[in-house]
């Protein structure tokens, strides 16, 4: 177990150092000049060159990039370029927004296409299995952009029982939860399309085993044998594309974001790249990664615990 | 219609103070934004929106530009010219503070200009301090400008945002937290959501003032921005980002549009340096290929005003030129192929803003009608500012200009990236620059007008409108705007 977890965080480690690297690369080679893009087009040429030496943008690249290492490792991740602020700090206030739509999406998710993954595989053949993989292909089909604004003119314009977007701030929980319904529902409603096919496929897959005729076949109801037996052994292909999603979910975000006009990370790194700001841009990236290796490493302790049988191979 | 009752129970913080028709009720205003900015401080970021929030309502300064385009005092009451037209002296309003509560006198005005003068200066404007020689502070209550040359723009770039006058002491943190001595205090700004001002009861026209709080609302997307507007989060949107929306709050009640004028000229620039775009004859090719009233109503929905050169069309000296080069196809066949570049391909490099790819798209297709193959490439703005106007890398782009009184770029010479090299012009602007009077001034700027056309160096599209949507209740917004702020202190809330 030892072993196992050093080889992973090890792999952490490497992972996140060449994230690191190439976006420092590609930041420095695409076009674009962060202090440029701050005083404007009709700027002096001395403002620019003043406001370039105070960035610390004429030192040379291999100094920037070793210096923005050895402070990240002690947790100072430089200024932002454009806001002047710590980096940490602009991250540390917009987490917790794009963490709890991040987490309230993949919930509802889980709980829609189990649910619905679960019941077509039960009803394989009949309406009900129509009807769902009917549904999750539209759902796959649909933009999540494009199913947001529907429902924002669906909810909010014409039965205004939701706000249109906005985060009216943890102060007021209540109106907090009512401005992540929607911005939840148009994540989960596209990403459970796909994870409802997935349990589906699963579960009938298990269902065709002897297993499952036997409990049948020793009284044990429908439904207990469903839930109690076929899907617990469902779930390692299901926790493989949760892994997989949850990735997918945080960096969706940024669309939802967008739409809703959230105040999350997602917004943050759109605005950030635009603006060129290197130390922002890298922080952000270096934190998706951090997250999907994360998530991946937690699907991977799942799978052990699942499946018992694999802990002998861990 | 739904209930009022219902709209009024709408979790937003904003509405939370209602608008109703009762005294002891803060009368409270939202507004929504297109464009977040990342700094506050309007003397060191040249981003647009930090004008429209804080110039003149958080920040002031000597001066300030009414609707109209007169100069007006603000922090300074009243001012002397001396007879050589280079000495200015200014006397300051009495009792003034920051909003930290720090006198401002004229130790603070010298301090502000010193810093947008000195060499680490990061002012976005700094060349509309050029002119000055020394600034000195008499008296507390009275400064002394002395100019180098005589400067017809002065007392209007005294009022901008770039001339602020700011305290040394919260001068670092005016990024995050201003410190102005203007009507309204800033409160709060929660980053990706909202920024909140107060009144500042101390200032010398509190009594003025209507509004006691305004909240600015990020809304970057056109679709959730109309959204916002028509569920009532909003009560103006007063640079709403998309013309095709328009006509739903036309037809509505509740709102009214506004579509006044701005000093931003939309023009597709021409690379006067690079071949065949140094020959005239080309350059006239391609406004004769052109049709202004096409683009205007496939880009603009209708909602622009054309231009025939660069100026304004409700500047005091403009000069309609719009009919130089009336559009046809054919002709324009003729005088490419004249020119030797008939069947050419023409690269149109344009940045992300609506007008400028929707105008590309039209002018690609009238082009083609011409007789030119011309290909149009949408590029990143930060990639734009790089290779168009830095490298100069570029056939023709698309792009506003948006500050007044910039006749004065065709006077850059060929480094600037118009490639546009004339003496004539850079004497001409010179000129311009230090004619105090209004009338002789106009008539240069006539002359102005007449080279840019007739040398046709740039296809002038048409003038960049303001486009508004608000409650009917919102009384006292601008409808055009020769500068890039709005003050608030002028605006209030019909019951």
New interface residues.
Partial sequence: MAYFLFRRTLGFVLTLLAVSLVVFAVMNV????PA?????????E??IA??R??LGLNEPLVTRYVSWVWNALQGDFGL?H????PVSE?IA??LPMTISLAVAGMLVTLVLALGLGITAAAQHGRAGDWGVMFLSQLGIAVPAFWLS?LL??LF??K??WL???????WD?P??AL??LILPTVALALVQSAVLARVTRSSALEVMRQDFVRTARASGLSRRRVLWRHVLPNALVPIVTIVGMQFAALVTGTIVIE???????LG??IF?SI????LPTVQALVMLFAAIVVTANFVVDLLYVVIDPRLKARA | M?EPT??RT????ALAFGLMASASAAAELVIGMQQ?P??LDPT????ASIDSMMTQNVFESLTIVAENGEVQPNLATSWEVSEDGLTYTFTLAEGVAFHDGSTLDADDVVYSFDRAMG?????????IFEPIESVKAVDPQTVEITLKNKDAFFLFNMGQGDSAIVASESVETN??NPVGSGPFKFDSW?????LTLVKNPDHRDAAEVALDKVVF?????P??AT??M??E?LDAFPGFPAPELLPQFEADPRFRVNVGSTEGEVILAMNNAKPPFDNVEVRRAVATAIDRDEIIEGAMYGQAVPIGSFYPPHGTAYVDLTDAYPHDSTKAEEMFEAAGVAGATMTLRVPPFPYATRSAEIIQNQLSEAGIDAKVENV????W???V??KKNYDMTIIA?T?PN?MGNFARGPDYFYGYDNAEMTALWEKIQTEVDAEARNELLKQGQQMLSDQSVHGFLFQLPLLGVFRQEVEGYWSSSPVLYMPLKNVSIAN
């Fill in positions: 695409l076009p674009g000049d440029l893009t701050i005083l404007g087009m009709d700027a002096s001395d403002a003043a406001l030496e105070q932002s454009s806001f002047r602020v602009l206030e917009r604004i924002v003119m909010a314009v039965l205004r706000p249109p977007g906005g985060f009216a701030g007021d209540a109106a009512r401005s967008n739409v809703f006009y959230l105040p999350g917004r943050l605005q635009a603006n060129r700001d | 739904s219902l709209s709408l979790p937003a913080l977040e990342t700094s060191a970021d040249a981003t060499e680490d200066s990061v002012n976005p404007s700094k060349d990024n995050a929660t980053r990706g959501d909202r609302r990020f809304i970057s997307d679709a959730a959204a916002a028509m569920a989060e990143e703005w930060g990639f500012i790089d290779e106007y830095k200009h500050s910039d």
